[in-house]
């Protein structure tokens, strides 16, 4: 008589339970290619809605008569960068828009000046002109925020990166990462990082970072798509 092997038979619990797994890894496999293919776009837009909340708060905040006329001067200049109109908002139109880098010339040390430089850095790195984004990222001063000065240093590190100064660039947004310290952005920042390193075949420092991913922030879907990468850089 031929041995017959019994088939188990999966139960409603357990193909639902596969299904989810399934259903989970397709959407984090996702996810990571958009943060990947994306990554700029997303920085961008993320600086961009941070620099006009930040705009926003000092106008209703009414600092001192110069601080207020800069805010009147930069405002034309912060609706063309709403259009992506980054030649027109930078450097002006007219005497009705005189652009983020006079108001930066002429209200010199107020706040919209600061943050006048962001915006231009902005400006700049949307226009490849990286050497002068450069300068504008690094002389604009970042406060101890998570949400705008670690944007802007992420900035930082990606126009480096476009320079071809990629241990550079992986160390802002390392810097970045810290300055944020939590779970939203501070993971794709090392993230980031860590594929830089593994790029210049620094594998210790990529692995060193995806394995901070992992433990210090398991509460992101990067912490279990790094799982792959350890693994591989573990062997």
């Not at 006048?116 to 790195?125: G, N, R, S």
């Not at 925020?145 to 390392?174: F, H, M, R, W």
Request: with cysteine; hydrophobic share 40%.
């Amino acid at each position: 008589m031929a041995n017959t092997k019994k088939i188990k038979v999966k139960t409603k619990t357990e193909q639902k339970q596969e299904q989810e797994a399934i259903s989970l890894d397709v959407q984090l496999s996702k996810s990571e290619a958009f943060i990947e293919k994306n990554f700029k776009p997303i920085l961008y837009c993320l600086a961009a809605i941070v620099i006009v909340v930040a705009g926003w708060f000092i106008w209703k905040n009414h600092m001192k008569n110069v601080e207020k006329e800069a805010q009147v001067a930069i405002h034309t200049s912060q609706k063309l960068f709403g259009q992506q109109q980054w030649d027109n908002a930078l450097k002006g139109d007219g005497a009705n828009n005189i652009g983020f880098l006079r108001v930066i010339d002429e209200y010199s040390g107020t706040k919209t000046a600061n943050l006048a430089k962001l915006y231009a850095a902005i400006c700049y790195a949307n226009t490849e002109k990286y050497d002068e984004a450069i300068k504008y990222f690094e002389d604009f001063s970042p406060k101890d925020d998570q949400i705008i000065s670690p944007a802007a240093v992420a900035a930082l590190g990606n126009c480096y990166v476009e320079k071809g100064e990629t241990a550079k660039g992986a160390e802002t947004l390392i810097k970045a990462a810290k300055k944020a310290n939590n779970d939203a952005v501070s993971p794709v920042f090392l993230v980031q990082a860590a594929n830089l390193y593994k790029s210049l075949n620094q594998n210790d420092k990529a692995l060193e970072l995806y394995n901070e991913v992992k433990t210090k922030y398991f509460r992101s879907p990067l912490s279990t798509q790094v799982e792959k990468y350890i693994e591989e850089l573990s062997k």
